[in-house]
């Protein structure tokens, strides 16, 4: 965690305004190519995940790339939870403000196609939902006291139905996919903006999970997706895109069918 | 009062010209006991503290983005006044307005005053605020008598001049940076009518600006001067000239009539018709270079004839409170000041330079005010012998960064040319301008004070961070 404060990015002046963005669950995969390229785009960030290696490394190779000071990190296990305000309140302060929380924290556990396993369940919610609450629920609160900011949640096409390969995955990002829109449904009134992410299959290291990847995208394309998403307030969002017209289609499936089709459930 | 800093106490807090906003734990304590409370609260969650007036300065000098801002504004006790010495002690959330309010029907003005009345004893202290009548008066802390401050460590200090010098010349125009002022003990000016003799006349150029300024205030308690930033050629630096004087015993026959509170009042319609506060949406599409030009213009044109005329003390003073919310009709994003100060040999050419890149630029200021200034002995201090320029400028998102690149010229041109600076207004001030202007050795000093009155560094403020660093 960086002690030293003068390591911190600049603050904004009327002329020189600057975006300060959270992203949670950030030394890999989609996070970190979003934090890449959140930091192109000019935000400055703070980056959260458990692993302090990655985070040191990507924060390095942000600010070489930027010349000056752009991202700060602090390691953190989102199961954490009683962790979490007063490190919000510190990244607050570090900050100086804040305009973006990203949530992209996830894991996903099968247990195998015929097996069940609690542990790995418990983990999966805990770090795709309820760590979302922790995070999320109080920057809703500072976003909806300050009537600015923008809130993301990478949820997953997986939350889209429930899938016999891995109930606990999928229902951990239906719950997350359903948290995001009631935040946006109570924040759009203050001029919160709530995005959700829906991505398909992203070269990541939670692609070797799935069983017949297909239509894979790389970590920076779905990062693209998502900034271009931001700057126009999406609401929701597949990356990429045509995953919705795929989505639009399963979702229709009855499911007196759709438990049938070995494939896609 | 809750005492631990919750979201739910964040407040989205912005400065005078509406250009910058930034969120923190906002406290309005009533009572010195209050303040030592959160301080201590704020050690314990390892925030720091901004102290906060009525919020006016330009820039970023009452945010503290992220942490906790101590509101003065209710420790607003007048708590001694003498209407024979003219002494008066007070909180520091007191406003110029209640000061003066409180003591013009005794005959008794404040000495130094800002260009509202909104603003808080406390914070145009620790700005040490100057008036049209610097070059005679010199600053506010020059009035002070003595002062209590509250340092983060708990302990309380009263400075004065002689006592405790160091401490008092550098807690004034001290940013906040050094403790909390609880009482204020200050010298109140004698006057004997609630008017003011006002003279107004044209000056051509720059050069006869600055000579009317120059010679104008010898000869009058108050001097300021309006410059069309408008217009180049042989109009650079054109404007008028406003020069007032208090006035002697005797001449004012009803002298009770005139310092009366009510009399002194300013009108809430314009020409007694149109509600002052709908008078920025009026001036909002003046709000581009051609409005401004033509507005400026046509002031230029009207004040061709010279004026003398009679103004109440409030009606001269505060202009800035004459069209309430004036600052909205400069748009969305606000507006900035730059002000310099600048030695009087230099003044003329180096504003001139100033001047004309702004129009060539087209990123013309549209408003000018100029007036006399001298030295002080303050640690932090802005003050030259000479004369400071601010220039008013609209912040647009295409502008932004021209502006900036502007401004960044004009700290050069200033520089070079012996000039200061002053921390309620100019937004864009770099760290190495400030210690050019400040010297080494008066920064070096003043964070040597720092670290001795506040060695957790409690007391931060977004405007110090930028210039000073956040820690040694």
């Known amino acids: 965690m960086p002690k030293n404060a003068l390591a911190m990015p600049p603050r904004s002046t009327p002329l020189r305004p600057r975006r300060k963005a959270l992203l949670i669950g950030a030394s890999s995969g989609i996070g970190a190519a979003l934090a890449r390229r959140l930091a192109q785009e000019g935000y400055d960030l703070a980056l959260l995940a458990r692993r302090k290696d990655l985070l040191q490394r990507l924060c390095e190779e942000i600010n070489t790339a930027c010349g000056e000071v752009r991202a700060v990190y602090y390691v953190h296990d989102v199961r954490d939870r009683a962790a979490v305000p007063a490190l919000l309140q510190r990244i607050l302060a570090d900050l100086g403000s804040l305009d973006l929380v990203i949530y992209n924290a996830g894991v996903n556990l099968p247990a195998g196609p015929e097996a069940y396993d609690f542990e790995k369940d418990l983990l999966m919610t805990e770090i795709n939902y309820v760590g979302a609450l922790a995070w999320l629920d109080h920057a809703a609160a500072i976003f909806q006291q300050l009537k600015s900011g923008q809130i993301v949640g990478i949820s997953s096409v997986a939350g889209d139905r429930g899938r016999a390969g891995n109930p606990a995955y999928t229902a951990s990002k239906a719950a997350l996919t359903c948290y995001l829109e009631a935040l946006r449904n109570r924040l759009s009134r203050y001029g919160v903006h709530v995005l959700t992410v829906r991505p398909g299959f992203v070269a990541t290291d939670m692609l070797k999970q799935a069983q017949r990847p297909f239509m894979v995208i790389s970590p920076e394309q779905a990062a693209a997706d998502i900034c271009k998403a931001i700057r126009r307030r999406r609401q929701s969002i597949y990356t990429p895109a045509r995953w919705g017209w795929i989505m639009l289609v399963i979702r229709l499936i009855p499911s007196f069918i759709f438990r049938r089709l070995r494939f896609l459930a | ?472």
């Not at chain 2, 969120?23 to 925030?47: D, H, M, N």
């Not at chain 2, 003990?185 to 720059?206: C, E, N, Y």
């Open chain 2, 1 to 472: 009062m809750n005492p631990i800093p919750s979201f739910q106490t964040l407040n989205r807090l912005g400065n005078f010209g509406r250009s910058l906003y930034a969120p923190a734990y906002l406290y309005q304590p009533t009572s010195v006991e209050e303040i030592e409370q959160i301080f201590k609260t704020a050690r314990e969650r390892g925030l720091t503290i901004g102290l906060r007036g009525a919020g006016k300065s330009y820039n970023d000098a009452a945010l503290n983005g992220g942490g906790i801002v101590l509101d003065l504004r209710r420790m607003n006790r007048i708590l001694e006044w003498n209407p024979e010495t003219g002494l008066i002690r007070l909180e520091p959330g007191v406003t110029i307005q209640q000061l003066w309010q409180h003591t013009l029907p005794d005959g008794w003005w404040p000495p130094v005053v800002s260009g509202t009345m909104t603003t808080t004893l406390g914070g145009c202290l620790a700005m040490n605020i100057h008036g049209k009548n610097n070059f005679r008066m010199g600053t506010l802390g020059e009035h002070v008598l003595e002062f209590t401050l509250l340092l983060p460590t708990g302990l309380e200090i009263i400075c004065g001049p002689k006592k405790n010098r160091d401490l008092f010349y550098a807690a004034v125009g001290g940013l906040g940076m050094l403790g909390v002022f609880t009482t204020i003990t200050l010298q109140m000016k004698k006057i004997h009518s609630g008017f003011l003799r006002v003279r107004a006349w044209h000056v051509p150029d720059l050069n006869a600006h600055l000579a009317a300024l120059e010679a104008g205030a010898p000869a009058h308690d108050y001097i300021v001067g309006w410059l069309d930033a408008t217009a180049g050629g042989p109009g650079l630096g054109r404007g008028q000239i406003h020069a007032a004087d208090y006035l002697p015993e005797g001449q004012d026959t009803h002298p009770e009539r005139s310092l009366r509170v009510d009399y002194q009042t300013l009108p809430s319609k314009f020409f007694g018709l149109v509600p002052k506060s709908l008078l920025h949406y009026f001036m909002a599409p003046f709000m581009n270079n051609l409005g401004a030009w033509a507005v400026n213009s046509a002031k230029y044109l009207l004040s061709l004839p010279a004026r003398s005329y009679s103004q109440t003390h409030a009606a001269f003073h505060f202009l800035l409170d004459y069209v309430p919310d004036w600052e909205l009709a400069y748009g969305r994003q606000g507006l900035i000041q730059y002000q310099s100060f600048l030695p009087k040999e230099t003044a003329r050419d180096a504003w001139a330079e100033m001047l004309t890149l702004s129009r060539r630029r087209d990123l013309p200021s549209y408003l000018g005010v100029t007036k006399r200034h001298r030295p002080d002995g303050f640690l932090l201090s802005h003050a030259v012998d000479g004369f400071s320029l601010a220039l008013d400028f609209k912040v647009t998102e295409s502008k932004r960064a021209r502006l900036a690149t502007m401004l960044e010229d004009f700290d050069r041109i200033a520089l070079e040319a012996g000039g200061r600076f002053y921390f309620a207004k100019n937004s864009e001030t770099s760290p190495e301008t400030a210690r050019r202007f400040l010297s080494a050795e008066a920064v070096a000093k003043f964070k040597a004070l720092k670290k001795r009155c506040d060695p957790h560094h409690l007391l931060q403020s977004d405007l110090y961070r930028r210039l000073f660093g956040e820690q040694e």
